[in-house]
């Protein structure tokens, strides 16, 4: 099985290391699931299944981590303006966020701040792991909303 899941990680472009690593992390969150799953065909398929979602949130980390990099060198340090407007934004986005319903807020936070799976916040709030993207999805809608509001005014 751990082959497996390094073949697949493998297949998506990661290095050696990388591999083995993520593969590390499909065996343990295998291992919570390991009483639910019965037979062999829907243990490799499940090994396949969670190497690829592994995957893609490792790609969108690290794309999101590289995104906010790029974001923060577009602010002159220098500049009181930018700064000053840096500033007013970022309050009054955590002025938005405020404003969101409570457990939109908290999946946002959690998901967002914190880098914490889907599944970890599904299981801390004891709702299913669909739930939790709604309200993820919910909260980044409305907060681009928002956001497009005060900009076009």
Same mark, same amino acid.
């Given at each position: 099985?751990?082959?497996?899941?390094?073949?697949?990680?493998?297949?998506?472009?990661? +290095?050696?290391?990388? +591999?083995?690593?993520? +593969?590390?992390?499909?065996?343990?969150?295998?291992?919570?699931?390991?009483?639910?799953?019965?037979? &062999?065909?829907?243990?490799? +398929?499940?090994?396949?299944?969670?190497?690829?979602?592994?995957?893609?949130?490792?790609?969108?980390? #690290?794309?999101?981590?590289?995104?906010?990099?790029? #974001?923060?060198?577009?602010?002159?340090?220098?500049?009181?303006?930018?700064?000053?407007?840096?500033?007013?934004?970022?309050?009054?986005?955590?002025?938005?966020?405020?404003?969101?319903?409570?457990?939109?807020?908290?999946?946002?936070? &959690?998901?967002?701040?914190?880098?914490?799976?889907?599944?970890?916040? #599904?299981?801390?709030?004891?709702?299913?792991?669909?739930?939790?993207?709604?309200?993820?999805?919910?909260?980044?809608?409305?907060?681009?909303?928002?956001?497009?509001?005060?900009?076009?005014?």
């Amino acid at each position: 099985m751990l082959a497996q899941a390094v073949g697949v990680a493998l297949r998506f472009g990661y +290095a050696q290391d990388d +591999a083995e690593d993520i +593969a590390q992390d499909v065996m343990l969150k295998l291992w919570c699931l390991h009483e639910k799953i019965d037979d &062999m065909a829907r243990l490799q +398929a499940s090994v396949a299944i969670t190497t690829k979602h592994v995957c893609i949130d490792r790609w969108r980390t #690290a794309h999101l981590n590289a995104d906010m990099d790029i #974001a923060t060198h577009l602010v002159d340090e220098d500049s009181l303006y930018d700064r000053l407007e840096y500033t007013e934004l970022e309050q009054w986005m955590n002025e938005q966020i405020a404003l969101l319903p409570s457990t939109s807020r908290i999946v946002l936070t &959690m998901r967002q701040l914190e880098r914490r799976e889907l599944s970890e916040i #599904a299981d801390i709030l004891g709702i299913r792991q669909s739930s939790v993207s709604t309200l993820l999805s919910r909260a980044r809608h409305e907060l681009f909303n928002q956001l497009k509001r005060r900009n076009q005014q």
